[in-house]
């Protein structure tokens, strides 16, 4: 079992096997921006950022080939990741989808622990002297400087490791820090994101909290539900609940689905981290019943438990970007269609109930939820 500080290093590490086809390797950020309301509204700026590699002849993501010829190529004791940076950032009114989309040849330094990406929109991903983590994104006219540190050092937090292995091969590995700190800047210039250089430039302070994981998914995406979300007294909330239904053929036999709460479930998660009190409720029964409100969006009504305890929720989405992937099936002139649904959202509230009859009542938690539906073979 690793400890927190090998964890943390394996972050820029890549897999000692080569990638097995149609696998996936990604590292992802979620950065909430606070606002004077967000601890009392649960709604704030976001901006979701990945670097991946795909092993796949031939996909597109938002009509932009993603898939290099190599994906992971040793370069001495470095990588490059022959892959893509994509990015989208909710501004508090307007959600800016592709705020990156691009290709890009990305340098992986597991010693200096650093991935940097390269392009028209560069953007880097490093771990700091002081064990923080530092992202730079700039795009546009607009320069990003996130930083993101460890405040709590309970294990919940993390970095966690996880690893499930399927038949024929196929596995999920990931680590994750569910909860950070967030400070930073943004940069505002007059051209093009060349900051210093302009008497346009504005210089504004950010603070909040972010969210990390990266994943290595050696198997067909499947169809989720997902949600994580950070409250004012240092708790949070994730669920993660895998299924298969109708929603499997959506995008590709018929248009857009009617989601609805999942029959036949191939995983369910549900874990509570209460900071004034230090406690941790995980359960491995997970209910999520979507609910559309309008304009694309939805709302997650949640139930679950665990050893003498049950939970229930409801998370509110407020906006919606999409990432949506197309591949050819085999040799058939005929494409199947993957997409991946995240939206800025709002746990209206989570209650933990105990058996011994005590409550737990966290509200206007800020966060993010996840649907997807269809498939890529």
Same mark, same amino acid.
């Given at each position: ?10 972050? $820029? ?5 080569? +990638?097995?086809?149609?696998?996936? +390797? ?12 967000? /601890?009392?509204?649960? /709604? ?5 950022? +990945? $670097? ?30 022959? &892959? ?11 959600? @800016? *989808? ?55 050092? @309970? ?6 490791? %996880? ?5 024929? &091969?196929?596995?999920?590995? &990931? ?10 800047? *943004?940069?505002?210039? &007059? ?7 302009? #008497? ?17 998914? #050696? ?14 007294? %240092? ?35 549900? +874990?509570?981290? @209460? ?22 969006? $939805? ?15 409801? #998370? ?56 997807? $539906?269809?498939?890529?073979?």
């Amino acid at each position: 079992m690793q400890d927190a500080e090998s964890m943390t290093k394996s972050i $820029w590490s890549v897999p000692k096997k080569p +990638l097995a086809k149609g696998a996936w +390797l990604w590292w992802f950020w979620l950065f909430f921006i606070h606002d004077e309301n967000t /601890k009392s509204t649960g /709604k704030c700026r976001q901006i979701m950022i +990945l $670097w991946s590699v795909k092993n796949d002849r031939d996909i597109q993501c938002n009509s932009l080939p993603i898939t290099g010829a190599k994906n992971i190529v040793p370069d001495g004791n470095n990588f490059i990741l022959d &892959g893509a940076a994509a990015a989208w950032y909710f501004d508090g009114e307007i959600m @800016h *989808e592709n705020f990156i989309l691009e290709r890009s040849a990305m340098p992986l330094n597991p010693s200096d622990s650093t991935l940097s990406a390269p392009g028209r929109a560069p953007s880097s991903f490093s771990l700091e002297k002081d064990g923080s983590f530092k992202t730079e994104i700039t795009s546009g006219k607009s320069h990003f400087t996130l930083i993101a540190k460890k405040t709590d050092s @309970h294990p919940a937090i993390g970095p966690t490791y %996880g690893h499930t292995p399927f038949v024929g &091969g196929m596995e999920i590995e &990931g680590t994750r820090i569910e909860i950070l700190e967030l400070s930073g800047t *943004e940069e505002t210039t &007059g051209n093009n994101g060349k900051t210093g250089k302009s #008497a346009n430039e504005k210089v504004s302070p950010i603070h909040g909290t972010a969210y990390f994981q990266k994943i290595l998914l #050696a198997a067909p995406p499947p169809q989720w539900y997902w949600g994580l979300y950070h409250f004012a007294d %240092g708790s949070f909330a994730t669920y993660m609940q895998v299924y298969t239904g109708r929603s499997f053929f959506a995008g590709n036999i018929y248009g857009e689905p009617k989601l609805k709460r999942p029959t036949i479930s191939f995983k369910e998660d549900i +874990l509570v981290y @209460h900071a004034p009190s230090g406690r941790v409720f995980q359960g491995g029964k997970l209910s999520v019943k979507p609910e559309g409100i309008g304009n694309g969006l $939805w709302r997650h009504n949640f139930s679950g438990s665990g050893k003498d305890f049950s939970i229930e929720g409801i #998370a509110e989405a407020y906006s919606h970007s999409c990432w949506a992937f197309r591949k050819n099936i085999g040799i058939l002139p005929a494409k199947s269609t993957f997409k991946y649904n995240e939206y800025p959202s709002v746990m209206k509230e989570v209650k933990v109930k105990l058996s011994n009859g005590e409550e737990i009542l966290l509200q206007n938690g800020w966060g993010n939820m996840e649907n997807s $539906w269809g498939f890529i073979i």
